[in-house]
Antibody
């Protein structure tokens, strides 16, 4: 069974870089053409898609975050990562990694989610 | 890209049907049949209920078969039939917005009276 587990610092200082890792178990990141994504949710607010990546490193970004975000993949570690530079209080959120069930390319819905990790910028 | 518009709250009594709307534009909801709906309980990750407007994902819990979706123009809708206490949660819509991007709605908190 696919399991996604986010990890990273729970507290980041303003202007610093927020860095998160999602460890995948139950499936190999490099074995299919799934796209793996990051989605965030500020406390008490709605969801926001951040970016997606596939095993070959093809990436898609939310235009509103593109200039500050880098998504990457480490197939040997079966992990994906997120870096968000110049963090501000507005980046305080629960960050989820997620994946569609669709395996033939990028897809705009997410069947599998991690439990999420709260990152506070303060 | 602006977030899709959902009513902040909705409610209904057990056994009733409730419909939640999700309003977008011709660049997202109206332009594509890739609307999804998610259910989220407090402190939990969202769970996919429907994709491509009205399709249930494989392996969804039986309770999600009381949920149906539709779309007309720039507005998508989620209907919950035969409301039950376990349906009390926050519901989010999302849509493909072109250029391999996706946008979400602000969420609707559903209360079962």
């Amino acid at each position: 069974q696919l399991r996604l587990q986010e990890s990273g610092p729970g507290l980041v200082k303003p202007s610093e870089t927020l860095s998160l890792t999602c460890t995948v178990s139950g499936a190999s990141i490099s074995s299919t053409s799934h796209y793996w994504g990051w989605i965030r949710q500020p406390p008490g607010k709605g969801l926001e898609w951040i970016a997606s990546i596939n095993y070959s490193g093809t990436t898609f970004y939310n235009p509103s975050l593109r200039s500050r975000v880098t998504i990457s993949i480490d197939t040997s570690a079966n992990q994906l990562s997120l870096k968000l530079t110049s963090a501000t209080a507005a980046d305080t959120a629960v960050y989820y990694c997620a994946r569609p069930d669709y395996s033939s390319g990028w897809y705009p819905s997410f069947d599998y989610w991690g439990q999420g990790t709260l990152v506070t910028v303060s | 890209q602006s977030a899709l518009t959902q009513p902040p709250a909705a409610s209904g009594s057990p056994g009733q049907s409730v419909t939640i709307s999700c309003i977008g534009t011709s660049s997202d909801v109206g332009g594509f049949s890739f609307v999804s709906w998610y259910q989220q309980y407090p402190g939990k990750a969202p769970q996919l209920i429907l994709y491509e407007v009205d399709k249930w994902p494989s392996g969804v819990p039986d309770r999600f078969f009381r949920f149906s979706g539709s779309k007309s123009g720039n507005t998508a809708s989620l209907t919950v039939h035969g409301l039950q206490a376990e349906d009390e949660a926050t519901y989010y819509c999302s849509s493909y917005a072109g250029s391999n991007t996706v946008i979400f709605g602000g969420g609707t908190k559903l209360t079962v009276l």
